[in-house]
T-cell receptor
Framework: DAGVIQSPRHEVTEMGQEVTLRCKPI?????LFWYRQTMMRGLELLIY????????DSGMPEDRFSAKMPNASFSTLKIQPSEPRDSAVYFC???????????????FGEGSWLTVV | AQSVTQPDIHITVSEGASLELRCNYS??????LFWYVQSPGQGLQLLLK??????LVQGIKGFEAEFKRSQSSFNLRKPSVHWSDAAEYFC????????????FGRGTSLIVHP
């Protein structure tokens, strides 16, 4: 079975450039999450969707970050313009049901390693 | 707001030795608690979770964890560590308002010596 698929796996970009990270959740999963992992702050929830609708985006750091989920099988996290402090590993994850109330297991992708120079 | 503390940044054990990774949480009500493992270059994988009931929870890969309300702890244990257990381990607690969505601790890196 295919797990959560993220692309690109690695990206190096220059400061000021737009970065788009992509995610395909596990088929049939209703909830999708974007997390960011850094040495300084650990693993932080940026945003989560349920049935393609953003439910909680309180973790999105600032207006430079935006996330969309146009359909049940695809989501993007965009950073525009990117800054060196955005360098991190970005994880997409998904689960069945409404993750906030179902308690169903959350499955993580392998991450997108972003370096902004 | 809920929070999780993993006091040990690194733990080193010899292969075959027992393991206990510590986790303390702060949450006003009965928490939802999780342990995840992250192998190098990989995403996180759920080892086990506690929502209610039996306070000793069995997970995958031979791991178990015990919820102790009096100590606000949810320590992870394994009786005999294998070299393949070397990884980063994250404790997490369900978010405030009764949500199951995990908020993660900073992680403990497990090093296994042959």
């Amino acid at each position: 079975d295919a797990g959560v698929i993220q692309s690109p796996r690695h990206e190096v970009t220059e400061m000021g450039q737009e970065v788009t990270l992509r995610c395909k959740p596990i088929s049939g999963h209703n909830s999708l999450f974007w997390y960011r992992q850094t040495m300084m702050r650990g693993l932080e929830l940026l945003i989560y969707f349920n049935n393609n609708v953003p439910i909680d985006d309180s973790g999105m750091p600032e207006d430079r970050f935006s996330a969309k989920m146009p359909n049940a099988s695809f989501s993007t996290l965009k950073i525009q313009p990117s800054e060196p402090r955005d360098s991190a590993v970005y994880f997409c994850a998904s689960s069945s049901g409404d993750a906030s109330i179902s308690g169903n297991t959350i499955y993580f992708g392998e991450g997108s390693w972003l370096t902004v120079v | 707001a809920q929070s999780v503390t993993q006091p040990d940044i690194h733990i080193t054990v010899s292969e075959g030795a027992s393991l206990e990774l510590r986790c303390n949480y702060s949450y006003g009500a009965t928490p939802y608690l999780f342990w995840y493992v992250q192998s190098p270059g990989q995403g996180l994988q759920l080892l086990l979770k506690y929502f209610s009931g039996d306070t000793l929870v069995q997970g995958i890969k031979g791991f178990e964890a015990e919820f102790k309300r009096s100590q606000s702890s949810f320590n992870l244990r394994k009786p005999s560590v294998h070299w393949s257990d070397a990884a980063e381990y994250f404790c997490a607690v369900g978010a405030s308002g009764g949500s199951y969505i995990p908020t993660f601790g900073r992680g403990t890196s497990l090093i296994v010596h042959p």
